[in-house]
């Protein structure tokens, strides 16, 4: 009786383990970066979302205070009452060619303005 020797291929080898484990684990580090990256850029809309809606109600008050004569015209700035007080606002009133109109901006800004973390609204009112 001659002994032969039966290889049987049933499992995957070593290389092959090595190959699919690295190439998950770059699906991992890939996945984890952009969950990462999700988070910030919600973070800074809910900032952007947060700025456009005090820009809004400063800019009706600036409007309703102005058209009533209780306000003057001038530039302003401040910070927000809590729980906003890490925004501030600013405004901006330039003349216009029509003489009785002025353009107002209202900026809200939070951080750094040179890193554009701000939101500007453009109106007009009457003197």
Excluded at 68 to 90: A, L, T
């Amino acid at each position: 009786m001659k002994a032969t020797a039966i290889f049987r291929k049933d499992g995957f080898t070593l290389l092959e383990i090595m190959i699919a484990l690295a190439i998950v684990s770059i699906a991992l580090v890939t996945l984890l970066s952009l969950g990462n990256r999700s988070i910030r850029v919600n973070g800074r809309l809910q900032k952007i979302t947060r700025a456009t809606l005090l820009a809004q109600d400063k800019m009706t008050e600036v409007e309703v205070l102005s058209q009533s004569g209780g306000k003057s015209m001038d530039n302003e700035q401040g910070v927000f009452d809590k729980p906003f007080d890490g925004f501030r606002w600013r405004t901006t009133f330039t003349d216009t060619p029509l003489p009785s109109i002025k353009q107002i901006t209202v900026t809200v800004l939070w951080g750094d303005e040179d890193r554009n973390q701000k939101v500007d609204i453009t109106s007009f009112v009457t003197d």
